[in-house]
């Protein structure tokens, strides 16, 4: 099992930022890939951005060139990582629930979720 805790949501008129953080823990080892989802009002949950060990990154198109992701994995045996979603220029249509999840090429566990909400 793996344990994800987001935090970092708010609210913020256009052009603004945010920055998601989500801690993981539990059974990291056998986890590769960890990223967040995001589930708007009325619409299917999409993937937003994932990171993989090997540092490599995807996006959804609509947020390529304003998101970054980042992790930082555990030292010394740590069973833990810490996933960082930086928001730049958020647009109203990047309103939604921002849920944290782990996986390997798909997600297996979430978080509960951090509201975003983008005003114009």
């Known amino acids: 099992q793996v344990q994800l805790v987001e935090s970092g949501g708010g609210s913020v008129h256009s052009g603004g930022s945010l920055r998601l953080s989500c801690a993981a823990a539990?059974?990291?080892?056998?986890?590769?890939?960890v990223g967040w989802l995001r589930q708007a009002p009325g619409k299917p949950r999409d993937l937003v951005a994932g990171?993989?060990?090997?540092?490599?990154?995807?996006?959804?198109?609509?947020v390529k060139g304003r998101f970054t992701i980042s992790r930082e994995d555990g030292e010394n045996g740590e069973n833990t990582v810490t996933v960082y979603l930086q928001m730049n220029d958020l647009k109203p249509e990047d309103t939604g629930i921002y849920y944290c999840?782990?996986?390997?090429?798909?997600?297996?566990?979430w978080g509960q979720g951090t509201q975003v909400t983008v005003s114009s």
């Open positions: 990171i993989a060990r090997d540092g490599s990154t995807k996006f959804l198109d609509a």
């Open positions: 999840y782990a996986g390997h090429a798909s997600p297996v566990y």
């Open positions: 539990g059974s990291i080892f056998n986890i590769n890939e």
